[in-house]
């Protein structure tokens, strides 16, 4: 069954980017120690990394992270959703007006303008396309940012939420929520690493 679940990773004072983030520097000032944990050498983040990203039908994220990744200082061959672990799967974009232009044209990209509810529709079609095309159960996978992962949790669109929490204080940036409506979390699993400790909620 395709689930919809929002990893994220998150400062110990609820930020998922530095001050001042913008397309030319995408995490903010200071937001790199919150991918330590992305590049580490450690096994557990070598294994969480590697089963997040095999477990990506389809990704959604929103329009602001999408110019990040798609700017000039953005993905690349090495750099990006899943690189030197797994295939590409399809990105669902949630805007209000679609780029004229792609650079990253190799892959597959799709934007929604009606909204995150319809997005995260579009984004469940492409994993269980992809699903029954490679013969298992593969997810919706919300990257962010923030906004779009807290807008989620309070519509009440998330199966489940994957936390990194990296062992920083960034004092201001992008929260990862604000004013969201209570919800229960069940908790899944904890693995602490030298660089983060990884956290895994069911959403009920």
């Not at 200071?30 to 991918?35: I, K, S």
């Not at 750099?79 to 799967?89: H, I, L, N, T």
């Not at 892959?107 to 009606?114: E, I, P």
């Amino acid at each position: 069954m395709t689930r919809i679940i929002a990893d994220i990773s998150v400062s110990l004072d609820g930020f998922v980017t530095g001050p001042d983030p913008g397309p030319d520097n995408g995490l903010g000032t200071g937001g790199e120690a919150l991918h330590t944990w992305a590049f580490s050498e450690d096994p557990d983040d070598r294994r969480i990394l590697r089963e997040a990203t095999a477990r990506s039908g389809a990704v959604v994220l929103g329009r602001r992270l999408f110019d990040v990744v798609d700017g000039p200082d953005g993905w690349d061959d090495t750099r990006g959703y899943g690189a030197d672990e797994v295939g590409r799967p399809a990105f669902v974009v949630v805007t209000s007006s679609p780029p004229e232009s792609v650079r990253l044209t190799d892959l597959d990209w799709t934007f929604v303008t009606t909204g995150l509810p319809d997005a995260v529709t579009a984004a469940r079609e492409r994993a269980e396309a992809a699903s029954s095309d490679r013969g298992e159960n593969l997810d919706v996978v919300l990257m962010g940012g923030g906004a779009t992962i807290g807008s989620a949790l309070a519509a009440g669109l998330l199966d489940a939420l994957t936390l990194h929490l990296a062992p920083v204080t960034l004092g201001a940036g992008t929260p990862l929520f604000t004013g969201t409506a209570p919800r229960t979390l069940v908790r899944r699993s904890v693995t602490p690493t030298s660089t983060a400790t990884h956290l895994a909620y069911d959403v009920l």
